[in-house]
């Protein structure tokens, strides 16, 4: 099976997003276990709690990693897109599938940016963490997670029955 232009296209923003997802881990450092921390939190309590767990120094490399963290989003909904397109060229989608790995990755990229903007803004301004920003945050969180892995997922296992298929000729 050769590569096409859209396999070198999935590859190329693939391999773009390793890279970026790297440098936002190397940014954390220690504080990255914090990020999906705060993601993940239910009440206004629980997200003073985790940033106050935080000294100086992994607060000021939880708000470095905001700045790749805002191409970042972009870089995964094109992989993600650029996958789906690639998987399209080589076998069968229903029209709902197509739609799904066209729209889910967009839309996970925006709750992205939403929750980074969020994020960035209360670790400044404690004082407006509450429990109705924290939770409508989580809520975004979540489906960004469940929209991006979903993906992920889906493409995987279309493209392993792609190469099974190939193998097996």
Known sequence: MTLGSLDRRM??????????QANIARLLGPAA?????????????????????????????????????????AIY??????GGRSLAAKTSLSPAATTALAVAPVASAAGDYIENIVGLMLVDNREQITDTVVRATTVVSSVKWILAIGSLAY????????????LLR
């Open 11 to 20: 590859l190329g923003w693939s391999a773009l997003f390793v890279v970026s």
């Open 33 to 73: 276990p914090k990020v999906l921390e705060v993601q993940t939190a239910w009440s206004a309590e629980r997200y003073r709690q985790i940033l106050a767990s935080m000294d100086e120094t992994e607060i000021a490399r939880f708000r470095s990693h905001y700045l790749p963290d805002f191409v970042h989003p």
């Open 77 to 82: 909904a094109i992989a993600l897109r650029a």
């Open 155 to 166: 493409l995987s296992q279309g493209f392993l029955r792609v190469w099974a298929k190939a």
